[in-house]
T-cell receptor, first 116, second 117 residues
Framework: DQQVKQNSPSLSVQEGRISILNCDYT??????FLWYKKYPAEGPTFLIS?????DKNEDGRFTVFLNKSAKHLSLHIVPSQPGDSAVYFC???????????????FGKGTKLSVIP | EPEVTQTPSHQVTQMGQEVILRCVPI?????FYWYRQILGQKVEFLVS????????KSEIFDDQFSVERPDGSNFTLKIRSTKLEDSAMYFC???????????????FGSGTRLTVV
């Protein structure tokens, strides 16, 4: 049961161009979405997030877009740099009422290769 | 920058043996998690821990698994009798209060690669 789907296992982009990584979700209860970046032999590193009340969040070269009606989000990296080459995971969570932790549901990841 | 530290980085164990994976979360974080990633698959939630008790667990986290915060700094995952299919990268993570800390997500450790032979 893949609640968070990243349908492209890999993506190659020329340095300086835009990288667009896509993610779809099926659970309409998700209200918070995150992107993580992972290098080999390291844990995932938080990159950027977006709440379901927004449709866009920008942080430097990284922008996340959320289309709730389509249950789709995307991560744009512009301009892409060789150091951006990594696996990018989309993750989603939903808010619980009251105190409690929240679990992240991850996609399978997209391996981005930025070619110099 | 504060880090989540995991030890060992790689552990090889025989099937049926008990293993303990160790984690030192970030000191002012209150929520602790274990995730795992089987090779080539997605990162999967195992368990979350808050206020000295499990707050959530997945169906993967069966009776063979347990977690503990034995002192003020360590957070451990124990697998009582390992199976071949437990071979995976295990990630520990910590976070601040979920309702206010979400904008920064979790901080993950670098993982422990568990190989069951």
């Amino acid at each position: 049961d893949q609640q968070v789907k990243q349908n492209s296992p890999s993506l190659s982009v020329q340095e300086g161009r835009i990288s667009i990584l896509n993610c779809d979700y099926t659970n309409s209860m998700f209200d918070y979405f995150l992107w993580y970046k992972k290098y080999p032999a390291e844990g995932p590193t938080f990159l950027i997030s977006i709440s379901s009340i927004k449709d866009k969040n920008e942080d430097g070269r990284f922008t996340v877009f959320l289309n709730k009606s389509a249950k789709h989000l995307s991560l744009h990296i512009v301009p892409s740099q060789p150091g951006d080459s990594a696996v990018y995971f989309c993750a989603a969570s939903f808010t619980y009422s009251g105190a409690g932790s929240y679990q992240l549901t991850f996609g399978k990841g997209t391996k981005l290769s930025v070619i110099p | 920058e504060p880090e989540v530290t995991q030890t060992p980085s790689h552990q090889v164990t025989q099937m049926g043996q008990e293993v303990i994976l160790r984690c030192v979360p970030i000191s002012n974080h209150l929520y602790f998690y274990w995730y795992r990633q089987i090779l080539g698959q997605k990162v999967e939630f195992l368990v979350s821990f808050y206020n000295n008790e499990i707050s959530e667990k997945s169906e993967i986290f069966d009776d063979q698994f347990s977690v503990e915060r034995p002192d003020g700094s360590n957070f451990t995952l124990k697998i009582r009798s390992t199976k071949l299919e437990d071979s995976a990268m295990y990630f520990c993570a910590s976070s601040t209060a979920p309702s206010t800390g979400k904008s920064h997500g979790y901080t993950f450790g670098s993982g422990t690669r568990l190989t069951v032979v």
